[in-house]
């Protein structure tokens, strides 16, 4: 099997936030939204909600302005993972990260984000809506380009 991504469909949130408190449980033994890896936006006006997470990304800003070098890619998984025993808690990746996935434990003084729970994130489990999948890095893509198909299809079936 190939590498797996956090995918989140935006039409399904509801903006519940189970997902929030399994994350920090599963982290930190609490129900706390600060203690999470992860955080609602919630654009109430128009109804929308959307969780905000690590992307791992593919060349991560993070790694690179870490000055101690804590922050790397696991290159088993594609997992960028935080080493709490060297992060000193400069906030330069909190800085730079461009999805704002990165906080800092004030009680720890570190940086700690989503490690997608080692292949299997209870953020997922916790969702019953499905707005949050654990898929094959391939899957995302082909999600949307089904959706778009079928509106599409509804547009000439009309």
Do not use: H
């Amino acid at each position: 099997m190939g590498r797996r991504v956090l995918a989140i469909d935006t039409n399904r949130c509801t903006g519940c936030k189970a997902c929030v408190m399994a994350c920090s449980f599963a982290k930190e033994k609490v129900f706390s939204e600060a203690k999470a890896r992860l955080w609602i936006v919630r654009a109430e006006r128009q109804g929308i909600a959307t969780p905000v997470l690590c992307e791992q990304c593919e060349s991560p800003p993070c790694e690179l302005v870490c000055p101690v070098r804590a922050i790397s890619k696991n290159p088993m998984n594609g997992v960028v993972e935080i080493d709490s025993n060297r992060c000193i808690g400069c906030k330069e990746c909190f800085w730079i990260c461009p999805f704002g996935a990165v906080s800092i434990d004030v009680e720890k003084r570190i940086a700690v984000k989503c490690d997608l729970c080692d292949g299997s994130p209870e953020c997922v489990k916790a969702c019953v809506p499905r707005a949050l999948q654990y898929v094959n890095a391939v899957r995302p893509a082909s999600i949307r380009m089904e959706k778009q198909s079928m509106k599409r299809f509804d547009v000439v079936r009309r």
